[in-house]
C-alpha cells in the first residue's frame, strides 16, 4: 500500500475520531449541536443518543483504519489493506449517504469522504 494512501487514510481516520469526539462528548454544547443545523436545546436533547450513538460509528470505522495501517506495518500488507479499504469505502459510502439526504451538508460530506477516497484511489492506481 503506498505510503501516500496511507497518510490519506490516516487523515481520514483522524478526521472520523474527531467526528466522535463530536458526536458525543462536546455535543452537549450549543455550537456543537448547531453545526448539525439544530436550532434549540429541545431538539438537541432529542437528537443527541442518536449522535452519541453515530459517534461511535465514526470511531469503529477510525478503529479499522488505524488497525489496517497497524497490520500493513507489521508485515501483513494484503490483510490490512483489505481492512484499510473496506472502513474507508464506508466512510466515503456515509458521506455519500449524507450529501444525498440533504445538500446543505455537502462541505461536511467532503470533508468526510474526500480524504478516505483518496486513500482508496491511491492504493488502486499506485
Do not use: K
Request: proline share 5%.
Amino acid at each position: 500500500m503506498p505510503l501516500i494512501a496511507q497518510l490519506a487514510a490516516l487523515v481520514a481516520a483522524l478526521l472520523h475520531i474527531g467526528f466522535f469526539a463530536l458526536e458525543t462528548f462536546l455535543f452537549p454544547r450549543p455550537d456543537v449541536w448547531a453545526r448539525f443545523r439544530l436550532t434549540s436545546q429541545a431538539d438537541a436533547d432529542v437528537v443527541r443518543p442518536m449522535a452519541f450513538n453515530q459517534g461511535f460509528y465514526n470511531l469503529f470505522l477510525a478503529l479499522g483504519v488505524l488497525g489496517g495501517l497497524l497490520l500493513v506495518a507489521s508485515g501483513s500488507v494484503e490483510a490490512g489493506r483489505a481492512i484499510v479499504l473496506f472502513a474507508c469505502a464506508c466512510m466515503v459510502g456515509a458521506g455519500a449517504v449524507l450529501v444525498a439526504s440533504d445538500r446543505r451538508f455537502a462541505s461536511s460530506a467532503a470533508i468526510q469522504a474526500i480524504p478516505p477516497l483518496l486513500a482508496i484511489v491511491l492504493t488502486v492506481v499506485l
